[in-house]
């Protein structure tokens, strides 16, 4: 038996039963054994866990319950590929099994796909998958929210905006060539730049054709980590960026600093560039008021729209991945003077596989100074891999009511 996540209608936290063994497909192990260190809380000495938090009357504990072999199965390998970074396959191995099962009625498969769905903005799946859901199980589906980027812009049109998120490293490949295509279909689009570690030419290339393209066309980009780009790709000029092919990572990043409408830093760069190359730099376009308006960052949202509750809690944002530990450090240092800490994950669209490790010293570390811990609104995907690793073993999940 495996267990999976839904409603707790109870006041009082439940204890959570002992975790099912974690079974991921071959296919989704292959993709980790390489990069994927032992767990971290393998090693670590047992933890006398404090007494759990109370939720607030508006939320509920998330409660572990048993499923199916085959539904457990398909959730914990769609986890794994999701935590991967691989959504495609995710979204392939939960829409196969509710194709296999159409009798089964374990929800969730269901819900995982819901916010798979939501993540990606893909608001089309997700109302077929609304429908599919009132027929089978016989009552309302989850509610379609607004991503909060959208929800608190007024410079982007939320009809248009479409959601393209990068992986660790920027090379050659169909997600790149998307950024092309961008220049040809829709208005509005969001670049997820966060996860980018690292760079090759060929995707420098790929990227500053892209969005150059989609500059010259009035295209309303926002690049979403923008900033990290910009630090990972002078990281790979200031190491080896002197050659005649390496030219294409100073071009990426001059098109980076249009974008930003940092034309000081572009100067600066120019003069770089002239004495490195003995050639003149690209000459500074200005951007259209809409395109820069369009990396304006949105306000900080208000609780209602982050997910959070009125009472205070510490928000994590994006992808919690290895380049996450400024995060992890603000953290601990939110919770030094704390004996109840509420960590808000209403933002953040995945956990990096190789990130939990790090992310549960963060919490065993709390739990050690007599701390208690909860994790409200983490999404469904991210709740499966907390299952998985035991997460829930140092926190307690919550998620509000009206869920």
């Known amino acids: 038996m495996f267990s999976f996540l839904r409603k707790s209608k109870q006041a009082e936290p439940a204890p959570a039963p002992a975790r099912a063994p974690i079974k991921p497909a071959p296919a989704a192990v292959a993709s980790v054994a390489a990069r994927q260190p032992e767990p971290q809380h393998a090693s670590t000495p047992i933890v006398e866990t404090p007494p759990a938090a109370e939720p607030q009357p508006s939320e509920e504990v998330v409660v572990f319950e048993s499923i199916s072999a085959e539904a457990g199965s398909a959730v914990e390998e769609a986890a794994v590929y999701y935590a991967n970074n691989m959504a495609d396959q995710a979204l392939a191995t939960l829409s196969q099994y509710l194709h296999d099962h159409p009798e089964k009625k374990e929800m969730q498969p269901w819900l995982m796909l819901f916010d798979l769905y939501q993540v990606q903005n893909n608001k089309p799946a997700f109302d077929e998958l609304s429908m599919q ?14 991503p909060a980027a959208v929800a608190t812009s007024t410079n982007v049109d939320p009809t248009q905006k479409d959601l393209l998120t990068l992986g660790s490293k920027l090379a050659a490949g169909p997600q790149l060539e998307k950024i092309c295509q961008l220049a040809q279909g829709a208005n509005n689009a969001r670049v997820n730049l966060r996860d980018v570690v690292s760079v090759e030419l060929s995707g420098c290339k790929l990227m500053q054709e892209g969005l150059s393209s989609c500059r010259k066309r009035g295209k309303l980009l926002q690049l979403e980590g923008v900033d990290r780009l910009i630090e990972v790709v002078k990281k790979q000029i200031a190491a080896d960026g002197h050659g005649d092919e390496d030219r ?9 600093y249009q974008w930003l409408g940092s034309e000081a830093e572009y100067e600066d760069l120019a003069i770089e560039y002239a004495v490195n190359f ?50 992890l450090q603000d ?25 939990v490790g790090n992310f549960m010293s963060a919490l065993i570390n709390l739990t050690q100074a007599g701390k208690k811990v909860l994790i409200l609104e983490a999404n469904e995907m991210v709740q499966a891999l907390f299952l998985m690793m035991g997460v829930s073993e140092f926190a307690t999940l919550i998620r509000k009511k009206s869920r």
């Open 248 to 256: 294409l990572a100073w071009l990426l990043l001059f098109e980076l």
């Open 331 to 355: 953290l601990s240092n939110y919770a030094a003077d704390k004996q109840e800490i509420r960590i808000s994950l209403a933002e953040v669209t995945r956990v990096d596989f190789v990130a």
């Open 133 to 146: 859901f009132v027929v089978r199980f016989e009552r309302s589906a989850p509610i379609w929210k607004m």
């Open 278 to 327: 003995e050639i003149s730099p690209p000459a500074w376009e200005a951007l259209k008021p809409a395109q820069v308006a369009a990396q304006a960052k949105p306000p900080t949202p208000s609780p209602d729209v982050a997910g959070a509750e009125s009472c205070e809690c510490f928000a994590m944002r994006g992808v919690i991945s290895e380049a996450s530990q400024s995060q």
